[in-house]
């Protein structure tokens, strides 16, 4: 029976955005001077060695598996999430890169429908082109240019997507803590090869914002974690849009930037349609538990 903690969920929620806010400010600190590549391998050293006491507790046995294969493509899916989200933060206001972040559950719904062969109704396609409507507002192509940096934005929300079809595929046999735990392990190589060719030695001023970036990254995927497991989806789930108040202070008290009008609405628009979809699918999943005499987990 999952736990039913809405305030603790709530708070593990906003505590997460916070970070993950504080994240993208120390990225956008070190202004591009220490490659993006390089930050996500100190972000997967860090992610480890947080996870080392967990898996002390459990013992090796929590790492038999026979689904190597799909943790390489959810490795894949989480490694490029991330090297094109730093590259975005690194690149453009934090906050106009959460706005985009927000279409993460928009293109998880359409690869559940292509990869999962699940079902869906014409509501959820509705939203989910509303949703890419609030994407382009954001962007608004044609009328400031369009950035590598916000298509960098786009790409890391459908790999994110990819990211979470895969995590789907693998709590059938898998759990949380296997897969946190084989997935940064997998990481690792990946994100220090490429390291190798483009490492720059930081300077000490560098080193706080760098294990600032790690830190506050790890911790925040840790405390989301922790959110969605307190509470019911349909609690915590609108909570994420205080990741945008989080960022335009964040922005502003460090960088004197703040997302325009055009940005808030876009943002708006993609969470309003974003959140509409996670409210459906938990709705009719409680509807669809008491007929199958199933206890929600």
Same mark, same amino acid.
């Given at each position: 029976?999952?736990?039913?903690?809405?305030?603790?969920?709530?708070?593990?929620?906003?505590?997460?955005?916070?970070?993950?806010?504080?994240?993208?400010?120390?990225?956008?600190?070190?202004?591009?001077?220490?490659?993006?590549?390089?930050?996500?391998?100190?972000?997967?050293?860090?992610?480890?060695?947080?996870?080392?006491?967990?898996?002390?507790?459990?013992?090796?046995?929590?790492?038999?598996?026979?689904?190597?294969?799909?943790?390489?493509?959810?490795?894949?899916?989480?490694?490029?999430?991330?090297?094109?989200?730093?590259?975005?933060?690194?690149?453009?206001?934090?906050?106009?890169?959460?706005?985009?972040?927000?279409?993460?559950?928009?293109?998880?719904?359409?690869?559940?429908?292509?990869?999962?062969?699940?079902?869906?109704?014409?509501?959820?396609?509705?939203?989910?082109?509303?949703?890419?409507? @609030?994407?382009?507002?954001?962007?608004?192509? #044609?009328?400031?240019?369009? /950035? =590598? !940096?916000?298509? %960098? &934005?786009? +790409?890391?929300?459908?790999?994110?997507?990819?990211?979470?079809?895969?995590?789907?595929?693998?709590?059938?046999?898998?759990?949380?803590?296997?897969?946190?735990?084989?997935?940064?392990?997998?990481?690792?190589?990946?994100?220090?090869?490429?390291?190798?060719?483009?490492?720059?030695?930081?300077?000490?001023?560098?080193?706080?914002?760098?294990? @600032?970036?790690?830190?506050?990254?790890?911790? #925040?995927?840790?405390?989301? /974690? =922790? !959110?969605?497991? %307190? &509470?019911? +989806?349909?609690?915590?789930?609108?909570?994420?849009?205080?990741?945008?108040?989080?960022?335009?202070?964040?922005?502003?008290?460090?960088?004197?930037?703040?997302?325009?009008?055009?940005?808030?609405?876009?943002?708006?628009?993609?969470?309003?349609?974003?959140?509409?979809?996670?409210?459906?699918?938990?709705?009719?999943?409680?509807?669809?538990?008491?007929?199958?005499?199933?206890?929600?987990?």
């Amino acid at each position: 029976m999952k736990p039913n903690r809405p305030i603790a969920g709530i708070l593990w929620m906003c505590l997460a955005m916070l970070l993950s806010a504080a994240a993208g400010a120390c990225v956008r600190q070190l202004g591009g001077e220490v490659p993006t590549l390089e930050l996500v391998f100190f972000r997967n050293i860090v992610g480890l060695l947080i996870l080392v006491p967990w898996l002390m507790r459990q013992g090796l046995g929590v790492m038999r598996t026979n689904q190597l294969p799909l943790y390489c493509l959810r490795v894949f899916f989480a490694y490029t999430a991330m090297v094109t989200l730093f590259f975005a933060w690194g690149e453009m206001p934090i906050a106009d890169v959460f706005a985009l972040q927000f279409t993460i559950p928009l293109f998880t719904i359409l690869l559940a429908v292509l990869i999962l062969k699940q079902q869906t109704d014409r509501q959820a396609w509705v939203a989910c082109l509303v949703g890419f409507v @609030g994407a382009l507002i954001v962007m608004r192509p #044609g009328v400031i240019e369009l /950035t =590598l !940096a916000a298509i %960098a &934005a786009i +790409a890391s929300a459908m790999m994110s997507a990819g990211s979470n079809t895969t995590i789907k595929l693998l709590t059938r046999t898998e759990s949380v803590g296997t897969i946190t735990v084989y997935s940064n392990l997998l990481m690792l190589p990946l994100a220090l090869i490429p390291t190798f060719f483009v490492w720059v030695t930081p300077t000490l001023a560098q080193v706080p914002w760098i294990l @600032g970036t790690a830190f506050f990254s790890a911790v #925040g995927g840790l405390c989301f /974690t =922790l !959110a969605v497991g %307190a &509470a019911d +989806a349909r609690v915590v789930q609108p909570f994420q849009f205080t990741r945008m108040i989080f960022a335009a202070g964040i922005g502003y008290f460090m960088f004197l930037e703040l997302p325009d009008i055009w940005t808030w609405i876009g943002a708006a628009v993609i969470f309003g349609a974003s959140y509409y979809i996670v409210w459906r699918e938990a709705k009719k999943r409680n509807v669809a538990q008491p007929s199958t005499g199933s206890s929600t987990s």
